[in-house]
Each structure stands twice: as structure tokens, then as C-alpha cells.
């Protein structure tokens, strides 16, 4: 042990020693001058007892940022990127309108049951009693559930306190070829380098294919970490509490229930998991594919796949997977069909939604998924995720929420369009 310590230091002495060398050599050839511009992200704090005692927000918030898409009954729940849920009364397709908006900050996720909506807030998981949504009430706050959340850009600082907002400022700081400046208030919070009362009816809603949190008989399961799920007991429905968390895989992103599975996408494949016995899931088979993000959806049959390249998620595949999954424990890849962009997804009888980026969203006959054919593609900017039921397609973009008729596939008719405000 000692040896190895002393060969470390000389190590280093002998790598310092050079550098002050080096740096004698060309100190003064060196006189060029340069700048970086760094966007400082300090965030405006306020206690939880403040933020939840002000949850009911403004109705007619605007929408500028939508993220992920639930329903339920004649309701759209609409997320606002870290900001809240929009929550509009879609009892006309043709003419939806927004009945109230949840200030919590952070939230990324949702599921209702009966007449409870679980969200998430940053760290925490919230049970909340929309039974009026215009005058909601929170009923239970678990807190930590969502362990390494993030406000945006650093880690939560105190367990009373949310970050509601953040002060932008660009900061450049200037450096020769020789001297870095580093430090002051860029450290504090990290940085980002810009360099050069109508009631709800029984049962569980459905999520969109992005969803990080599903509802499955009386149970909550949500992503708590990149690498574990929580399961939540939510008999009574206004009183989560936590059961236990199980490691289901690496860097998971997504979770799609179907009759007693868990299909986990993440950024490395798809997990399969048995939850007949809801707080034991039982693995069943995993897919594999190379580094993408990962939504997954299946009718029970076969598993389709989407995945993103040129992301966070490391990678650059764009393409579906059709996956068979008759033999849970042994999936098989069916075909791979090249797209551009592709995200979420949605599969009503022998319809296939694909969102693809520039090409809008992608209308599969999926009668035989070996040998899928586009028949439509539904206009929409960057769409991000799609549900389908009954006939009617709703799709979260980047300009807005579009809801689209597609009784006659052949003729898929725009029903309305919910513009977001920039």
C-alpha cells in the first residue's frame, strides 16, 4: 500500500513539475484572448405549505410548454412542463375548454383515480382531490418518493422548499489560453453552457405511451429513480402509501401497463415484468437494442418499440421495432421500420400512431405488423405523444394540442386544435 501511494505522488509531483515547465515555456507566445457565455439558473424558492396552500391556479392559465397527456371520463389533464396541469373539459371534442390549472411546480407526471389525481412535485408524490376541479385539495404529500429529481437544473437544496421559478442570467467571463475563471454564483445551482365541480367517475384514466407513472388495479407503480420502480398501495385512493421499490432495469424512462405486465421502456431495451402478485413483480423476458430513448406500447401480442437517437439518451438508431412477445420470456424483434424522429405512440385495433417529428404523426394499417403500411400522416409540430381511443386521437406537440377524428381512416378530420401561447 505504501508503495503504491509513493509511485501516485511522484506521479503527480513529476506531472506538476512539467506543467510549470511547460507553462514557462510558452508564457509569453501566448497573449490571445477568449470568452464564454454561461446562462446562470438561480432558482426562486418558496416553502411547500405556501405552494400547495395556492395549488388552485389561475383557469385561464395559458398553455406554453405542454409535456405529457392523461384522460379520463370527458377530461384532457394536460402537463405544463414543471409548472402544472391543465385540466379541460373535453365533452366536445370540437370545442375543448379549460376549467382549472394546478400550480405544482416540478411536475412532470399524472394519473387519476376515481376522484384523485396523482402528480408528482419535484421529490415528492401528491394525492389530490379533484372532485371540484376548479377548488382542489391536496389529501396526502409522500415525500422523497421520486429520489435524484431535479429542480430543472440542480438538485433539491431543502426538503421544505420548491424552486416556483428561475432568474436567467447570462454571465460571460473572459480567459487566455493560460487562465480559466471559474467559480462565484455559477456553482451555486449548477450550469447550463450556452457557449458562442363536476365529479370523476370510477376507475383509472389512461396515460399517454411517455408516462413515468401508470395506475393498475390498486396500485400506483412510477419510476423513482433511472434504475428502480415504487410501488404505491392506493386502495384508498386519497391515502397513498408507499409498499416497497424494485430494481427493474437500466436507465428506465417509461412504464405501459397491460392487463397484469409492466412493459418498462428504457434507453438500453424493454423490461417485461409479472405483477399478478402486485408488490412481488416477477421479471419475465427483456429486449435489447443499442442506446435510444424508448416508449414502449403492446396489444398483448407484439410490442412496438420507438427509438430516438441524437438525444440525451446517447445513440443515433430512429426507427421502430415490432416486437413478438408471445413467448413473454423469449421476445423476438419481428421487423425494423427506419423513421426520423419517432417518440409516442398508440395502437387502437389495427391502427398504428406514430409521433415522427418533421413528418407529424405516422397512420400504420397494422393488420400484419411484419409488413405495416402507412395509410395517413397526421399534421402536427414536433408531436411529442399520442393517445387514441374511440375513434378520436389526441396529440401533444410543440405549438399545441390537437384532437383528430379517425372513424374513416381514409378521411382523418381535424376536430380542434388547442394552441399554445409563446
Known amino acids: ?183 462565484g454564483d455559477m456553482t451555486a445551482y449548477a450550469l447550463n453552457s450556452t457557449a458562442a365541480s363536476v365529479p370523476a367517475g370510477g376507475g383509472s384514466g389512461l396515460a399517454g405511451s411517455m408516462a413515468s407513472m401508470v395506475l393498475l388495479n390498486d396500485h400506483l407503480y412510477a419510476i423513482r429513480e ?22 427493474a432495469g437500466f436507465d428506465l424512462e417509461t412504464i405501459y401497463p397491460f392487463e397484469d405486465k409492466l412493459f418498462l421502456g428504457s434507453s438500453i431495451g424493454m423490461f417485461m415484468y409479472d405483477v399478478s402478485d402486485p408488490v412481488s413483480p416477477v421479471q419475465l423476458g427483456t429486449f435489447s437494442h443499442g442506446r435510444a430513448c424508448d416508449p414502449v406500447i403492446t396489444d398483448g401480442q407484439f410490442a412496438y418499440v420507438t427509438l430516438r437517437g441524437g438525444s440525451s439518451c446517447g445513440g443515433n438508431a430512429n426507427e421502430l421495432n415490432v416486437v413478438n412477445i408471445e413467448d413473454l420470456m423469449n421476445p423476438v424483434l419481428l421487423k425494423t421500420y427506419p423513421l426520423t424522429g419517432p417518440t409516442g405512440l398508440a395502437k387502437d385495433g389495427n391502427l398504428l400512431f406514430v409521433c415522427d417529428d ?32 374511440n375513434k378520436n386521437v389526441l396529440v401533444v406537440g410543440k405549438n399545441g394540442l390537437y384532437q383528430y377524428d379517425y372513424g374513416n381512416p381514409d378521411n382523418i378530420r381535424l376536430l380542434s386544435f388547442y394552441s399554445l401561447k409563446r
Open 1 to 183: 500500500m505504501t508503495r503504491k501511494i509513493t509511485v501516485s505522488l511522484l506521479g503527480l509531483l513529476v506531472t506538476a513539475c512539467m506543467i510549470v515547465f511547460l507553462s514557462g515555456c510558452v508564457k509569453d507566445k501566448i497573449t490571445s484572448t477568449h470568452t464564454y457565455t454561461y446562462t446562470i439558473m438561480k432558482p426562486v424558492l418558496k416553502s411547500k405549505a405556501e405552494v400547495l396552500a395556492a395549488i388552485n391556479g389561475n383557469p385561464s392559465e395559458t398553455v406554453r410548454q405542454a409535456g405529457k397527456i392523461y384522460i379520463k371520463d370527458r377530461f384532457i389533464y394536460l402537463n405544463e412542463v414543471d409548472k402544472g396541469i391543465h385540466i379541460i373539459d373535453n365533452s366536445d371534442p370540437s370545442g375543448p375548454s379549460q376549467v382549472a390549472f394546478l400550480n405544482i411546480p416540478g411536475n412532470r407526471d399524472m394519473g387519476v383515480r376515481g376522484n384523485i389525481l396523482y402528480a408528482d412535485m419535484y421529490t415528492d408524490l401528491l394525492a389530490i382531490d379533484i372532485s371540484n376541479p376548479r377548488r382542489v385539495t391536496v389529501t396526502t404529500r409522500v415525500p422523497n418518493f421520486f429520489m435524484n429529481r431535479i429542480y430543472g437544473y440542480a438538485y433539491a437544496i431543502d426538503d421544505d422548499q420548491v424552486a416556483i421559478d428561475w432568474i436567467r442570467k447570462d454571465t460571460v467571463v473572459s480567459y487566455t489560453d493560460r487562465i480559466y475563471t471559474w467559480g
Open 226 to 247: 433511472p434504475h428502480s420502480v415504487g410501488i404505491v398501495n392506493i386502495r384508498t385512493p386519497a391515502v397513498p402509501r408507499l409498499d416497497t421499490t424494485f430494481y
Open 358 to 389: 418533421e413528418s407529424g404523426v405516422r397512420v400504420f394499417n397494422a393488420s400484419n405488423p411484419g409488413a405495416l403500411k402507412q395509410i395517413a400522416a397526421i399534421k402536427s409540430e414536433a408531436p411529442y405523444d399520442v393517445i387514441a381511443r
